[in-house]
């Protein structure tokens, strides 16, 4: 049976040992729960694969312990100043919640870059995670220790609930909660002159700036726009979390906007919202009595008491503990008895947001996928 490890230098050993047998270790970063395997071995990797369910064509970040090591998964031959411009940043950026995707050098199983011939490389900011990675001679390849889809995992429960079932032979070693609460942001080397921000995460652009602005000053540097760019999953992509669906929960989920809400108000004023308050989705419908509301700031407190459960990621609007709970959050949403669905609000599009931060749009990222883009409307249903 899979087994939850408490985190002592002999279990880390256990971990190290597996993870060279070709088998799967779970292991805590500061940003999520990563699923380890031996990334210079094609069975270990694909079995990462089948244990999330991941598609073929989305491309694995690969851990190591130390920068210098990611100069190892790099294709240093091709576009030596490309890799010179990755190391840069990486030399002021890790051990830390950063990614950087390269062209993969020529040894890595092409498995490990989906086909796209890109890696992404990381040094985890986790006492647990360097541990671990110094224990062993390779890479480890490391996506979020869940379903593929599923809500990114933060604890070493989330990952035994999901992946437990799937691989007998997993080792999770539990690290406690994560600190950061969501995945690495992800930037790719294109050239010297040119990197891409593909997901954003707790580093920022202006930390990405900051790293190379004394050695690559001409460097252009652009964002890759989440809500109007995705890929399919056919296609191979040049990062991981890349797809419109994704960090979602198992109950129907959307997001709401000062539209979604303004004719349901309007009713309120005037005294004609007696009927039942429902929750419109495309052609599904759901009560709002039976739906559980994620806010942020107190955006939709006046719904507190129509709602069956509500959550607020920070009540105080404090983005980073926002960032810390917006995964925990989706998972309680799944817990709720009798709940038929979850809303919460489109960040950026409410008044309250006074001020977007790179750290709060990388949380609307976050639920924005989760929602697959879609918005609700509130409405009254009459009897």
Same mark, same amino acid.
């Given at each position: 049976?899979?087994?939850?490890?408490?985190?002592?230098?002999?279990?880390?050993?256990?971990?190290?040992?597996?993870?060279?047998?070709?088998?799967?270790?779970?292991?805590?970063?500061?940003?999520?729960?990563? /699923?380890?395997? &031996?990334?210079?071995?094609? !069975?270990?990797?694909?079995?990462?694969?089948?244990?999330?369910?991941?598609?073929?064509?989305?491309?694995?970040?690969?851990?190591?312990? /130390?920068?210098e090591k990611a100069l190892q998964l790099w294709d240093g031959q091709r576009d030596p100043a490309a890799v010179a411009l990755a190391q840069a940043i990486?030399?002021?950026?890790?051990?830390?919640?950063?990614?950087?995707?390269?062209?993969?050098?020529?040894? /890595?199983?092409?498995?490990?870059?989906?086909?796209?011939?890109?890696?992404?490389?990381?040094?985890? &900011?986790?006492?647990?995670?360097?541990?671990?990675?110094?224990?062993?001679?390779?890479?480890?390849?490391?996506?979020?220790? &869940?379903?593929?889809?599923?809500? !990114?995992?933060?604890?070493a429960a989330h990952v035994y609930a999901d992946l437990a079932p799937r691989d007998a032979e997993l080792l999770i070693v539990d690290g406690g909660s994560c600190a950061v609460g969501i995945e690495s942001t992800v930037v790719k080397v294109i050239s010297e002159h040119a990197i891409e921000v593909l997901r954003r995460g707790r580093v920022t652009v202006g930390d990405i700036q900051a790293a190379i602005a004394t050695t690559h000053p001409h460097t252009q540097m652009t964002i890759r726009d989440t809500r109007s760019k995705f890929a399919v999953a056919d296609a191979p992509q040049d990062g991981p979390g890349q797809m419109l669906t994704h960090y979602s929960p198992r109950v129907s989920a959307s997001l709401l906007t000062p539209a979604s809400i303004a004719t349901l108000d309007a009713l309120r004023r005037d005294g004609s919202a007696t009927q039942r308050i429902v929750v419109q989705r495309g052609p599904a419908t759901y009560l709002l009595a039976k739906t559980a509301l994620i806010d942020y700031s107190g955006i939709l407190q006046a719904y507190k008491g129509d709602v069956l459960a509500y959550f607020d990621l920070s009540a105080e609007?404090?983005?980073?503990?926002?960032?810390?709970?917006?995964?925990?959050?989706?998972?309680?949403?799944?817990?709720?008895?009798?709940?038929?669905?979850?809303?919460?609000?489109?960040?950026?599009?409410?008044?309250?947001?006074? !001020?977007? !931060?790179?750290?709060?749009?990388?949380?609307?990222?976050?639920?924005?996928?989760?929602?697959?883009?879609?918005?609700?409307?509130?409405?009254?249903?009459?009897?």
């Open positions: 049976m899979a087994e939850v490890l408490a985190n002592t230098p002999e279990n880390l050993a256990l971990g190290a040992a597996a993870l060279a047998q070709g088998k799967l270790v779970a292991f805590p970063t500061e940003t999520v729960y990563g /699923l380890g395997g &031996n990334a210079l071995m094609e !069975s270990a990797v694909r079995r990462i694969y089948a244990v999330k369910g991941r598609p073929a064509t989305d491309p694995l970040i690969c851990h190591v312990d /130390l920068p990486g030399a002021a950026l890790w051990p830390g919640p950063l990614t950087i995707v390269c062209r993969a050098a020529p040894h /890595l199983p092409d498995c490990v870059t989906g086909g796209s011939g890109c890696v992404g490389a990381r040094v985890p &900011n986790h006492p647990v995670a360097l541990a671990l990675l110094r224990l062993v001679d390779f890479p480890v390849a490391g996506p979020s220790a &869940n379903t593929f889809g599923h809500v !990114s995992p933060t604890t609007g404090d983005v980073d503990e926002a960032c810390f709970r917006v995964f925990q959050a989706l998972r309680w949403s799944e817990e709720v008895a009798g709940v038929e669905n979850v809303v919460f609000p489109f960040l950026s599009e409410w008044p309250q947001v006074k !001020s977007q !931060s790179e750290l709060l749009e990388a949380v609307e990222d976050r639920l924005f996928r989760a929602a697959s883009g879609t918005v609700a409307s509130l409405a009254v249903l009459e009897e």
